[in-house]
């Protein structure tokens, strides 16, 4: 078996499983699973200002598209364990190998030979019905104050000067810019627009300054900035190209919006303040460029949150799905599995899963690996303190009963009475161990599986 890491690159994964662990058969999926390599040129990205942008046309010029998930490096260290020879696996017996297969190996082996739905046990049935039936008791006092305690990361509220680039704010003009980094490598000009192009050794960007009614370039005004290199250039409160999106979210705060570029799998967090965009795009979970603009579709969120209390419905989307929608499947990330559960199917995709009821509709979504995040940036391994500087106190909290289980921390629906996100925290860390968008409360909460809605 094969374990891909990276130096400098917190990829979480699950521990891997083994005999004595055998309830963590979602691991072998993980860690198996293969990925595409996702390739991000070190182009200048084009920049359009004064028409309609789109994702791509601002930060996927020299994206390659991944077909299903990307592997998040070019250069991987392979530890490989120890593996029989091909005499070894001929001596092992039948009895040999099936004391090696988990539980979920099995599980996989079973669907992939035949279609027939896995009996649902009587147990998962009457855990079901009293989870429905039973409603999550509201947060206590004593449990807030206990949460409050760890709400430990303190944002202060974005303003007007955290915009920019290196100094650089929208509206500045050319004389300021040129004081600030020089005479630009490369200059072109096109109606009313010149962009501006550095390319250094250390740093590469370009601005696109607005002509005033003079027709001077150093009069022009700075409309937009894109930095594609530079990690000595302060980007607002002094974040960094390549620093880890969590450190991006603990410094600005609830983002203005998200986006995904759903073939290539880059995220964009979107902060903005004073009619003016700043977009961060992550890809293998750091900050690989960031720019800032005027604001406007697709990156300005009419309904953004405000206040990290607010709940709206895209909180409870999770990888393009919303509870209740009519499953499609990816065309861009082909599922690795279909497993029945009773009348409810459970498609695994390489970073998600989903929940489908017998009508075709998606009742449950979660995360397998950190490369997916909510619509606030949270994904598998952040901190609970970063996940209370994005979400506040959670309307409720089932507490685990042993030091190494889990707790979970559920946030309520604002239309739905039953749907919930649900962020499951493992005790032992206090790191994100499930993110899950369900229609209906947990059950067996300390199985991983069961969680899933996998027998």
């Not at 009895?95 to 046990?121: G, H, N």
């Not at 690996?369 to 909510?374: D, I, K, V």
């Amino acid at each position: 078996m094969r374990r891909r890491t990276r130096e400098g690159v917190d990829f979480y994964r699950r521990d891997k499983y083994t005999e004595d662990n055998i309830r963590k058969g979602i691991t072998s999926m993980r860690e198996k699973k293969q990925h595409t390599p996702l390739r991000i040129s070190r182009g200048v990205w084009t920049v359009v200002v004064g028409m309609g942008l789109s994702l791509s046309s601002v930060f996927c010029s020299g994206i390659g598209y991944a077909e299903t998930t990307p592997d998040m490096s070019e250069q991987m260290t392979a530890l490989i364990d120890a593996v029989p020879t091909a005499k070894d696996k001929n001596k092992e017996t039948d009895k040999e190998k099936k004391k090696k297969e988990t539980p979920y190996e099995r599980l996989l082996a079973d669907a992939s030979k035949e279609e027939k739905p896995v009996p649902i046990r009587d147990n998962d049935t009457i855990a079901d019905l009293v989870a429905t039936l039973q409603p999550l008791a509201p947060l206590s006092k004593e449990d807030a104050k206990t949460i409050a305690a760890w709400d430990s990361v303190v944002i202060a509220p974005l303003t007007k000067e955290d915009i920019n680039i290196g100094g650089i704010y929208r509206g500045m003009s050319g004389k300021q810019l040129i004081a600030r980094f020089g005479l630009p490598q490369k200059r072109q000009k096109k109606d009313r627009l010149v962009t501006w192009t550095y390319e250094q050794p250390n740093q590469s960007f370009h601005c696109e300054l607005r002509m005033t009614r003079n027709g001077k370039e150093e009069d022009a005004l700075v409309e937009a900035m894109t930095l594609t290199k530079g990690q000595d250039i302060d980007i607002g409160r002094k974040i960094h190209l390549n620093m880890p999106t969590e450190q991006l979210l603990c410094t600005f705060g609830v983002p203005h919006n998200v986006l995904r570029d759903v073939k290539a799998n880059v995220y964009y967090i979107i902060y903005e303040q004073a009619d003016t965009d700043l977009i961060f795009a992550v890809a293998e979970r750091r900050i690989q460029r960031v720019a800032f603009m005027p604001a406007r579709y697709p990156y300005h969120n009419e309904q953004a949150v405000t206040r990290r209390e607010e709940r709206v419905e895209r909180d409870f989307s999770l990888m393009g799905y919303s509870l209740g929608d009519e499953l499609v499947k990816r065309q861009y990330n082909m599922w690795k599995s279909k497993l029945h559960r009773g009348s409810y199917t459970v498609w695994l995709y390489g970073d998600y899963g989903v929940l489908v009821n017998a009508k075709g509709n998606v009742e449950r979504i979660f995360l397998l690996t950190n490369s997916g995040y909510t619509s606030r940036g949270v994904t598998l391994g952040y901190r609970l303190s970063t996940v209370l500087a994005l979400y506040g106190q959670p309307e409720f909290v089932v507490w685990g009963k042993k030091d190494e289980g889990v707790d979970v921390y559920y946030y309520h629906h604002p239309i739905l009475s039953s749907a919930y996100l649900a962020i499951v925290i493992k005790r032992e860390t206090q790191r994100v161990d499930d993110v899950i968008v369900t229609a209906m409360p947990l059950v067996r909460l300390q199985d991983q599986l069961a969680r899933y809605g996998l027998p």
